[in-house]
């Protein structure tokens, strides 16, 4: 069962209805934060009376038997979204967030200047490895903890919000003192112990979508999270494995409006890691915000040719800075509110 709270309602009302439903033996979970306040009912014999009680108690908005696995993350929780503040940053609201840097820092004089050029091609985040999960061992690993001090530099130098990723549970506590955003990776997705520490970091976390993972999978990870009581949290949709080889991975935008029916928290598209190749980031970078997209996550690198991970889907700061101001076009062809005022004729869209 899903309760989601009234906007004016207080601390008390949740207090009492968590109370009410404890004291008939039920589990609770509260989600709270970045939108309605939501609290999620354990069991499956809740029953027609409890649901008919809980309705008539003060604060509350809408309750819902829940259907879906992912109880709290699904779109009938939250009806109006999820809007996941980081720093500055807001991802979920009406413009799309694009998050830009190179695959892995570098060094700081590098990663100074990437940073530096992200900001000025018109991007709100910062991105950029210190921990990375590479498919060979001798591969560069990441500079690690000197790699997380060097993006916290970037962060004060620009004021753009870092994320980053974190691949051990045991790092999760190591990683959120330098990030402002905690990005669980592809290869990480079902790693449930890891999802668990994030959570409890309380920073808000980019989700990657597995690989192979079916959107249920994806979003039953994302449930993890908001099971351990942190509702900030941001899906990414990255690419899957298909039988062809052409591209790196096959970005999946159906997933986009699929997952916008499906939950309430914001979605954001990477079309570096989704594609493998440099010349087609541009184009799927536009496909993924027509999709409807919050945002996107971008591989860029001064001398794309010369990055240390992932060269051949990295772009120039020149191709970021019109993804970023063509992302913007197209959110506003989009959006009614945004397309008045801009003064340009929205696009006749369902
Ligand atoms: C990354 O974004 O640096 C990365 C490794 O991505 P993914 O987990 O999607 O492969
Ligand atoms: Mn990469």
New binding site residues.
């Given amino acids: 069962m899903i309760i989601t709270m009234r906007g004016e309602s207080v601390h008390t009302d949740h207090q009492q209805v968590i109370r009410y439903v404890q004291e008939r033996e039920f589990q609770t979970h509260l989600l709270a934060g970045s939108g309605d306040v939501v609290i999620g009912v354990n069991g499956r014999a809740v029953g027609t009376p409890l649901l008919e009680e809980v309705a008539e108690l003060p604060g509350v908005g809408m309750v819902n038997r829940s259907s879906k696995p992912y109880m709290l993350a699904q779109r009938a929780a939250r009806p109006d979204g999820t809007i996941v503040r980081v720093g500055n940053v807001e991802i979920g609201g009406t413009l799309p967030v694009v998050m830009a840097g190179p695959?892995v820092i570098e060094g700081a004089e590098a990663m100074i200047e990437v940073a530096q050029a992200v900001k000025a091609a018109g991007a709100t985040m910062l991105r950029g490895?210190a921990f990375?999960?590479r498919t060979s061992p001798y591969s560069f690993q990441g500079l690690g903890e000197e790699g997380l001090k060097i993006l916290a530099l970037a962060r004060d130098l620009t004021g753009l919000p870092v994320v980053t990723?974190v691949m051990e549970p045991e790092q999760v506590d190591l990683v959120a003192e330098y990030a402002d955003m905690l990005?669980i990776?592809?290869?990480n997705m079902s790693n449930f112990p890891l999802l668990r520490r994030a959570s409890a970091a309380g920073k808000p976390i980019l989700l990657?979508r597995g690989f192979s993972a079916t959107i249920e999978e994806w979003l039953m990870s994302a449930e993890y999270v908001l099971a351990g009581g942190n509702d900030r949290v941001v899906l990414c949709e990255?690419g899957i494995r298909s039988f062809d080889t052409s591209t790196r991975f096959t970005l999946d935008l159906n997933a986009v409006p699929l997952v916008k029916q499906l939950t309430h928290l914001p979605v954001v598209v990477?079309p570096s890691?989704g594609t493998g190749r440099r010349e087609l980031v541009e184009p799927m970078s536009m496909s993924g915000v027509a999709a409807g997209a919050h945002g996107l996550?971008v591989e860029v690198h001064p001398t794309p040719d010369a990055a240390l991970c992932d060269a051949q889907q990295s772009i120039d700061p020149e191709t970021l800075s019109r993804i970023v101001a063509n992302a913007h076009g197209i959110a506003r062809l989009l959006n009614p509110a945004l397309a008045a005022e801009a003064g340009v004729t929205q696009l006749r869209v369902a």
């Fill in positions: 695959c490895g990375k999960p990723e990005q990776g592809s290869r990657k990255r990477d890691h996550i």
